[in-house]
């Protein structure tokens, strides 16, 4: 870093604290054009989605038949555009990794659903939820987007009733809410700790429902390995079928992805085993701008990492900060003790006294920092792994005496049994212990309001797309996006691109479906064929490794220009020195694994790029260079109020940075507080 | 501690299939099931043998997707999924059998992989309520009584996984099935389609070879989500009202 005196300051009194320093990722990119959303409607905000519904062109029902549309993937965002596309008469090719549509990670979603109902009369409007979305996003979200998210959130519970999703109910038979984190309104509408399974089971039921009317085709256990652009148009996708190893062209009108998101890149998170970043990688490669890849959320209920066998990491939903107080011993000599027998006065219940106002129910970004924080003093629980306590306590000893053993079973019972299982403890007789890992990112592929990606023809819907979340994501809010995109945005936004089709049919012979066959092709080849020395999963370990140290929960100039080293010379060394045993044409998970392995690669640097560009803490993402003095995260809104939205230039380029300026008409940015 | 694994091994859907014997050493008590695998599978890859194939994804125990036989009973010896059994449930000298799902509706695609889609042909036969995206009435308009509401989310837990078949010595899916009759046939908005719904997923089930229920009761047994039996009381109540019906 030079110490040179910023240019860009103005004098404007709402700038946060005068920046000294150049251009962190001087070296690491190419400063591009801006960029900026042509789709979202001027005039208030309340009215935009109403004008860009009518404005949006129309397709005759006769000509929808004749449109093919592609979906990738099949959690919330994809089975719900795939039923409601297949409803209106278009054809749906739906592809997913998994053996059925039913397993896609939504399923694993546990606490609940946002909606602006004010069922409780406590306040709520689509207004308050689009004010803590923005706020709780630390305003780096476009207003747009999320006004119409919060507008469309009360048509989604309205549609999954119908569907048969058994919310849990009041007495009276009507819907009960909860609160979350981050909000002071109860708008969250669950099914006990499973909310996004029976979500997922609603959309995937609409969705085998079109499959059975002859609309929607699926195509599980297949993976797209490449997107097919043809003269600058998005018009199909290269699969391969996981079972016969066959490479198939699927051509189309139109492709959506709603592939999820990329917190795999850390080897350890929550997500699936299979969720990975290789449709929107694949995508960003052939012009697909990547929007904010550094914001990744780190979920501060997880259960802590107990040895190096670990495959993955496990959730506890956010709701049990309901009722579950966060604390750790004051003293570091109390740490290997029984917690039941440390006094209530030598426990430091630190949300509580940080944070009086929302104790608890801090946003999550906050909570992992704390937890983070504790740990790093030496005041950390649970076993060793590394020389190093990481875990904090939570405790429910005051809430089962509030309401009972039975109250807290038919609230929170099976992530009890769940905690139970994989510790071998009883979180009913003695406190949980919990440690933050990453959950979920806030970034993906860039999109228009239209949620059309930077190539005509590719639209992007829920986690993987960048859109609503800005820096940090809501407890939540991750289902409702997924659900408002597929159900009540994309079938709206896609009919004015399709409205312009058929568009002229393509040939498989065409140059630029065989070229992108054929990369796939070598891609298979070269695995198979490169004999190293070390497992797809080891590269993946170590790459995870690196990502967690010096892009986890806080990140520094010194260490991420040490990561992106260490992720050149990684990458280098796993393509000339992996090892992929099988054959190409069967079931190989190896050779599956080396594909998004290497995808991964490219990601994390990416990431690391991203996360040195942007010298201000927001968010999930927390610069240790732009803090408080007391160790709060520090927003430069004078120079970092953008998205950055990064071009793929090539390979061995720089990535080419395309700043989208946000401008918010509807809220007024402020530090955020939950003091 | 160190564990001998019986493994099934088949390359591929027409191929025969063995079992084949592996020793595992360095076995923690904290590790799932799932993770002693991964580990044997870096064994077997530095040693240039291809690696055992098993569908997992969560690892969280609601995806559904894994699923293996542990020393003949599906899931193994917990009242879980495989993902979430660990190997505080063995101890160090253990012999381990490990086998894919038996049932002829769910092939062999490869080694413990099986192929499952006939759960998903079976619920396009009407396992849904027919109501489209944007034609829903308010979600007050009609109230469901709250032990309703309970008990539909209650065997809506299904999460697909085989397991009910693969205990079934009749390899019969009455169990899945019940369970989405029930969830949908237990709230108001199920009701129009309660007839021609059971009518639909049991002729699908029929056709895709699973057996008939003969009250053993694996299934419910052998269920990580622990479905009970009498959904497939419902299912027959329901089957036999349809036809009254004439459906």
């Known amino acids: ?675 | 501690m160190k564990v001998t694994l019986k493994i099934w091994r088949q390359p591929d859907a027409a191929s025969k299939g063995a079992m084949h014997t592996y020793e595992l050493d360095g076995v923690s008590s904290d590790m799932s099931f799932l993770e002693m695998l991964d580990v044997l599978n870096e064994d077997l890859i530095a040693k240039g043998e291809d690696p055992v194939a098993f569908d997992s994804d969560c690892r969280e125990g609601i995806c559904g997707m894994c699923g293996l036989m542990i020393n003949g009973q599906a899931h193994g010896p917990e009242v879980t999924t495989t993902c979430q059994l660990h190997m505080r449930s063995f101890k160090d000298g253990d012999e381990i059998v490990i086998e894919p799902w038996r049932s002829d509706a769910f092939p062999v695609i490869k080694d413990l992989v099986v192929d499952r889609s006939a759960f998903d042909r079976i619920i396009q036969a009407g396992g849904y309520i027919s109501v489209n995206t944007g034609s829903a009435p308010e979600a007050h308009s009609v109230p469901v009584p709250r032990d309703d509401a309970i008990r539909a989310f209650n065997v809506a837990t299904c999460i697909g996984c085989g397991a009910c078949v693969a205990a079934c010595p009749n390899g019969s899916a009455s169990l899945f099935m019940g369970a989405k009759i029930t969830h949908l046939g237990e709230l108001p908005q199920g009701q129009p389609e309660r007839d021609t719904r059971v009518v639909g997923m049991v002729a699908q089930h029929d056709a895709e070879g699973f057996g008939g229920c003969t009250n053993i009761g694996e299934c419910t047994a052998a269920c990580p989500k622990e479905i009970p039996l009498d959904v497939i009381s419902r299912l027959n109540w329901d089957l036999h009202a349809a036809l009254r019906h004439g459906r």
């Open chain 1, 1 to 675: 870093m030079t110490d040179m005196p910023d240019t860009t300051l103005t004098g404007d009194p709402s700038h946060d604290a005068p920046a000294d320093h150049g251009d962190d990722a001087a070296g690491y990119y190419t400063p591009g054009d801006p960029i900026r959303d042509t789709k979202a409607p001027e005039g208030p905000i309340d009215e935009r989605w109403q004008t860009r519904k009518f404005e949006a062109r129309l397709v005759n029902p006769a000509n929808r038949r004749k449109l093919d549309i592609i979906i990738v993937g099949t959690g919330l965002a994809g089975a719900s555009a795939a039923a409601t596309l297949g409803e209106a008469g278009y054809n749906v090719k739906s592809f997913c990794y998994q053996d059925s549509p039913r397993r896609a990670h939504s399923i694993a979603a546990q606490g609940g659903i946002n909606a602006a109902k004010n069922y409780k009369e406590d306040g709520d409007s689509a207004h308050r939820l689009f004010y803590d979305t923005v706020k709780g996003g630390d305003y780096r979200s476009r207003e747009s987007n999320v006004y119409r998210l919060a507008e469309v959130s009360t048509n989604i519970i309205d549609q999954c009733v119908a569907q048969g999703v058994p919310f849990a109910r009041e007495y009276g038979g009507l819907l009960d809410n909860r609160s979350f984190g981050g909000v002071q309104v109860s708008r969250t509408f669950y099914a006990r700790g499973q909310t996004g399974q029976q979500l997922l089971i609603g959309a995937y039921q609409a969705m085998e429902r079109q499959v059975a009317a002859g609309t929607v085709e699926q195509f599980t256990r297949h993976e797209m390995l490449e997107l097919i652009v043809v003269d600058g148009k998005a018009r199909g996708i290269i699969a391969r079928d996981m079972v016969t190893g066959e490479i198939q062209t699927h051509l189309a009108d139109v492709v959506v992805l709603a592939s999820g998101g990329y917190g795999n890149v850390f080897f350890l998170s929550t997500n699936a085993m299979g969720s990975n970043v290789t449709a929107a990688w694949r995508a960003h490669r052939k012009g697909a701008y990547m929007a904010n890849p550094c914001y990744t959320q780190i979920h501060p209920t997880c259960i802590p990492v107990t040895g190096s066998h670990q495959s993955k990491l496990t959730l506890m939903s956010e709701s049990l900060r309901n009722d579950g107080r966060i604390w750790v011993p004051k003293k570091k000599s109390d740490c290997e003790k029984d917690p039941r027998e440390i006094p209530e006065e030598d426990r430091d219940y630190y949300l509580e006294r940080i944070y009086p106002s929302f104790g608890n129910l801090v946003p999550r970004d906050i909570a992992s920092r704390a937890a983070k924080n504790v740990c790093d003093e030496g005041r950390g629980v649970g076993p060793e792994v590394d020389g190093v306590r990481r875990g904090v306590y939570l405790d429910f000893s005051s809430a089962i005496e509030r309401l009972g053993r039975d109250g807290i079973e038919e609230k929170y019972d099976n992530l009890f049994d769940m905690y139970a299982r994989i510790t071998g403890e009883n979180p009913y007789e003695t406190p949980m212990r919990i440690y933050p890992a990453v959950h979920y990112v806030m970034g993906g592929l860039w999109v228009d309001y239209d949620l059309q990606s930077t190539i005509p023809g590719l639209f992007v819907t829920g986690e993987a797309n960048f859109s609503d979340h800005g820096a940090n994501r809501l407890g939540a809010s991750a289902l409702m996006q997924g659900l408002a995109d597929g159900y009540f945005v994309l079938p709206h936004t896609i009919r004015d691109y399709l409205a312009d089709g058929p568009f002229e049919k393509i040939q498989e012979s065409h140059p630029a479906v065989v070229e992108a066959r054929q990369a796939v092709e070598e891609r298979v080849t070269h695995f198979l064929s490169t004999n190293g020395t070390r497992s797809v999963d080891s590269y993946h370990r170590e790459l995870g490794n690196i990502m967690w140290e010096y892009c986890g929960m806080e990140r520094t100039e010194d260490g991420l220009k040490k990561a992106i080293d260490l992720i050149r010379t990684l990458k280098d060394d796993f393509w000339r020195n992996v090892k992929v045993l099988g054959t190409a044409d069967s079931l190989n998970q190896s050779l599956e694994k080396a594909g998004r392995v290497a995808d991964f690669m490219e990601l994390g640097e990416l990431m690391c790029i991203d996360a040195l560009n942007r010298r201000e803490s927001c968010g999930g993402h927390f610069r240790g260079e732009s803090q408080t003095e007391d160790g709060e995260a520090l927003r430069h809104d004078d120079q970092f109020a953008y998205v950055a939205a990064w071009e793929f230039a090539g390979d061995g380029e720089l990535p080419v940075l395309h700043k989208e300026d946000l401008v918010y008409t509807a809220i007024e940015m402020k530090q955020r507080s939950y003091k």
